[in-house]
């Protein structure tokens, strides 16, 4: 599980979204087996959170989605072509600031899951 990592991007379907960005919280939990690594301590043979940490972020700060749910299915794909190890992967990405009237604190947020064969 990767949480609490927050990165700053331009999704958004509001121009000052888009133009001027805005924070953006990511939750990443995969699932593997992982019996293997746990009596190897080989880091070959589990899945590096290093290199899951720099795929999140690529895509996060990447390439604007005008839709969060647009970019947790962008995520979920990316993860699961990164390393065949993975079966499941739940992502959550939340507006840690959304652009809501009469909104001072909170956030809105997104949660989707994908095993491998679906």
Do not use: C, W
């Amino acid at each position: 599980m990767l949480r609490g990592l927050v990165f700053f991007g331009t999704h958004g379907v509001n121009p000052e979204e888009t133009e001027l960005g805005q924070r953006f919280g990511v939750d990443l939990t995969v699932r593997l087996d992982l019996s293997k690594p746990a009596r190897t301590d080989h880091l070959d043979d589990t899945v590096s959170y290093s290199a899951l940490y720099k795929l999140v972020r690529a895509e996060v700060e990447g390439k604007p989605s005008k839709l969060i749910e647009h970019l947790a299915g962008r995520l979920l794909d990316k993860i699961l072509d990164y390393n065949k190890r993975i079966i499941e992967v739940e992502v959550t990405i939340s507006k840690l600031s959304p652009p809501l009237k009469g909104i001072t604190s909170g956030e809105v947020a997104v949660r989707l899951k994908r095993k491998r064969d679906e």
